[in-house]
């Protein structure tokens, strides 16, 4: 079976969220299926520059304002096809924001071009290939199956990775996507009188997924569905939540060249190099006591601003932290004036870096995660991988994917994290201090960590679902 992936980010090659992490990884899980992904991807520099022998695959005399070229190649493993639209992805840095922090005022031509690309590829737009299945992920992929749908094409998937994110337009947008005038209705690209990419493609899919089934449920809510539950809850039926993988080779303490010492869940012992190095490049004060970590986007969703008012209370309780991260100013300055206030005693490094990160799930003894929402989440998953306990609020894939350290889990000995709602400063200071009375307990925390570590937290079961799904879909297609 052949599936396109079509998405606005693949990891290696470029990565801004777990995203890239999914997209990239799950190709080669679905290989052990027996399906051949190929992976349909803007051609920004970084992209271009990975590509290797590669071969023209189609040429569009305009693609939304230029010429453009689909450059089939390959680049760490993965077969791509790349949208060689210079006009529309030669730029350096983020993909989606310009110098200026906001998003390019393009950005609708940009990812409208990724749409019409993914469903004429899949559509067989090149003898030499022709798609089973189009699997779109998230708001810029989206418009693959309005075209799909539309103008002809084969049945789609559409994958909703953060419903926050939808790709929301003017009108206006409408005039330049090519699509029959019913495509701009109800149910179709049509938004309270706007252009909508993410609910476009969620009304035209034969097929939606999301990343947790705990999410699932959330977004068929007002309080989660962020103006797009009415639709879900009508479409439900073909709705289902998946749970993400990590790369368990990428991510793995007996071999990961980017920490400080290897370690398994039978020499946990030489876990405590990597921490003394996490002190290190975070100026933290050097000791035994509980070591708090954070890797998170520094935002609302993330509960950053709440874990930022907690600080002063996470000190006094003798514990420290570890923070890696960027975002909202506001928030940002908040925790740098904490460590300022707690030097020594609460370290910060602003930005994103993928390598630190690493370090950060080998050093720290938890890795802290306390979103108001949470579609999956990566982190806890190689928190649990790495022996670094996951202390997080119970929603999305975070409640899918740990076992809450309660009494009836601690006696039975099933548990692998901490979890806590709702989502307010008094409810996480709580569970903080839940987390230091377990790790107080030597016996207790190996325990938590060595279940952790046991944990199948790889892509194998959830490929398995996703190959069903696909199976299904083209089943019914052939039927």
Known sequence: MKILSAASELYPLVKTGGLADVTGALPAALAGEGIAVTNLVPGYPAVMAALEKTAPFHAYKDLFGGPAQLIRGTAHGLDIIAIDAPHLFARPGNPYLGKDGKDWPDNAQRFAALGKAAADVAGGINKGYRADLL????????????????????????TVHNIAFQGQFPASVFGLLGLPQQAFAIDGLEYYGNVGYLKGGLATADAITTVSPTYAQEICTAEYGMGLDGLLRARRHLLRGIVNGIDTEVWNPATDSLIAATYSAKSLKKREANKRALEARFKLESGDGLLHGVVSRLTW???????????????????RLALLGTGEAAIEAAILDAATRHKGRIGVIIGYDEALSHLMQAG??????????????????????????????RTGG????????NDAALQAEVATGIQFAPVDQPTLEHALARAAECYSDSRLWRGLQKRGMEQDVSWA???AAYAQLYRNLVKARAS
Not at 140 to 158: D, E, H, I, N, T
Not at 301 to 315: E, S
Not at 374 to 393: D, F, H, I, K, S
Not at 398 to 405: G, S, Y
């Open 398 to 405: 975070l409640n899918d994917t740990l076992i809450d350290a």
């Open 461 to 463: 079961r959830s490929a």
């Open 364 to 393: 720290a003894d938890t890795i802290l995660v306390p979103s108001r929402f949470e579609p999956c989440g990566l982190t806890q998953l190689y928190g649990l991988r790495y022996g670094c306990v996951p202390v997080v609020a």
């Open 301 to 319: 969703q993330k509960g950053m601003d709440i874990f930022a008012a907690a600080l002063d209370h996470l000190v006094a309780s003798g514990a």
């Open 135 to 158: 699997h779109c992920h998230d708001w810029q992929a989206a418009l693959g199956p309005v075209y799909a749908r539309f103008l002809g094409g084969p049945k789609s998937v559409m």
